[in-house]
């Protein structure tokens, strides 16, 4: 999502919403800056959250711009995701179990949990 187009949906989100997502924003860029994902690498976010629709919350899956690259998962259902952003899958996971990839399988992790 481009900072023009979030801006106008900005409207409706509290000025405390606004400087969370500025941050979140800026965390974003770093993550961008420093990692440099490339075309084709795989992405795991660990710990989206479940309960809000809002791109606050997730916001890697709200501003990255290759959705089909990433694989969210959380212990929350967050299958919302995969409307919102066509291409990522969400896994449902529970906290007390290894995670049910293989080794290697990702390129990148993330997680702003």
Known sequence: MSD???FKRAVTFSMLDRVAFFARREIFKLFIKSICPMPG???IDIGVFGG???PNWNFLECLYDHPEQI???GVDD???LERQYPGLKFVKIASDQKLPFK????DIGF???
């Open 103 to 106: 080794d290697d399988y990702f």
């Open 52 to 54: 809000s629709e809002d």
């Open 4 to 6: 023009k187009d979030y």
């Open 78 to 80: 967050a299958s919302f």
């Open 71 to 73: 694989i969210a998962v």
């Open 111 to 113: 997680s702003s949990a």
């Open 41 to 43: 690498e795989k992405i």
